[in-house]
């Protein structure tokens, strides 16, 4: 008994752990006023101050070393775990129990905030009526926007700029509406493309921020109508909006505030296609009526990212998705990726 004490312990901790982390998304008062918004951005700041000025993502090497490591520890391991050794199921629940705990200290937390919309104080709920509102407003603003970078209505705006020259663009965006919410003042930049763009692609991911680091990450392959907007995405999860409808809203309302009229473009029709689809569900005889109101050169746009993504569709994007959809679950997100569908409402609320 003496000699399985230190395996309970670790086992005891990680389910400690596990209902605190539980017990949290009851407080998200309390997580907002001390961590999202006193302890984490001093935290965001100092990590993106100390690795932004590195060229090539950091994160992604520790990830690649890390794997390596694990594989390594695994194979070394496979005797002592097979037998149920008590030495390497200790050492592995400790590593679980740092590991999570890592997460949860340097970003983790803000699955557990204030919704945003009670931050912002907006309604939770819109009619259909106001969401046809708010698709008409978006479908002007797009199409004037479009006519503005192609004069031909059935051809799509073409996004030649490299990634490289977007991430030294979008931090002014957050600039122009830290007004909205104190807890949009960005700071120092720390947005690079990713090294491991290959299995991210097959994973069908077009970025994601690393926890451990604060670098945000994008696909570097992905150039079209996406890219500007996935830049700002990442970038407001460096901010703490751990939650992806959350980090889409600030991505849109930091896109079309930007400066840069391809920044505009990007995050207008971003959340037109949110409310299309939305719309199309709710009342697809209003979807209809808009549906030719709309520069064919915008669903052009729609179809070069989908096209990006038709060749690496299969087993490997299914289960990353299935992965990831138990993950958002799992941090205070019970609806998995259905959330998505929460941006549509903090937008409709936000314009009305």
């Not at 004037?144 to 663009?169: E, I």
Request: net charge neutral; proline share 4%.
């Amino acid at each position: 008994m003496q000699k399985n004490c230190s395996l309970f312990i670790a086992i005891g901790l990680l389910m400690l752990q596990v209902t605190f982390y539980y017990c949290l998304r009851f407080f998200p008062a309390t997580v907002e006023s001390l961590y999202s918004t006193g302890v984490y951005p001093h935290i965001a700041k100092a990590m993106r101050f100390g690795l932004g000025w590195i060229p090539f993502s950091f994160g992604d090497v520790v990830y690649s070393v890390a794997i390596v490591m694990l594989i390594r520890w695994l194979w070394l391991s496979k005797k002592d775990l097979i037998s149920l050794s008590r030495k390497r199921y200790t050492q592995l629940f400790l590593s679980l129990n740092i590991g999570i705990a890592l997460f949860h200290c340097m970003w983790g937390f803000n699955y557990y905030r204030e919704p945003l919309h009670n931050v912002l104080k907006l309604d939770k709920e819109y009619t259909t009526e106001e969401l046809k509102k708010v698709v008409h407003q978006l479908t002007l603003t797009a199409n004037k926007l479009h006519d503005q970078l192609q004069k031909t209505d059935s051809l799509p705006v073409v996004f030649n700029r490299s990634q490289s020259k977007l991430f030294n663009l979008a931090p002014s965006a957050f600039e122009n509406i830290d007004s909205i919410y104190p807890a949009l003042d960005y700071g120092n930049a720390s947005i690079k493309e990713s090294l491991l763009t290959m299995p991210l692609s097959y994973m069908g991911y077009s970025g994601y921020l690393n926890p451990l680091t604060g670098e945000a990450q994008t696909n570097a392959w992905i150039n079209n109508y996406k890219t500007p907007v996935l830049t700002l995405h990442e970038m407001a999860h460096q901010l703490g909006f751990a939650k992806e409808n959350e980090a889409n809203f600030i991505a849109i309302i930091a896109g079309m505030n930007h400066d840069d009229v391809y920044f505009q473009y990007s995050a207008s029709i971003f959340a037109l296609r949110y409310c299309l689809n939305d719309l199309y569900l709710r009342d697809a005889v209003a979807y209809e009526e808009v549906r030719p109101l709309i520069r064919n050169g915008i669903f052009m746009n729609y179809k070069e990212q989908s096209d990006f993504w038709e060749p690496y569709e299969g087993v490997i994007e299914q289960l990353s998705q299935v992965t990831y959809n138990a993950y958002l679950k799992a941090n205070n997100q019970p609806d998995g990726m259905k959330t998505y569908s929460y941006v549509v409402a903090l937008l409709v609320n936000y314009y009305k």
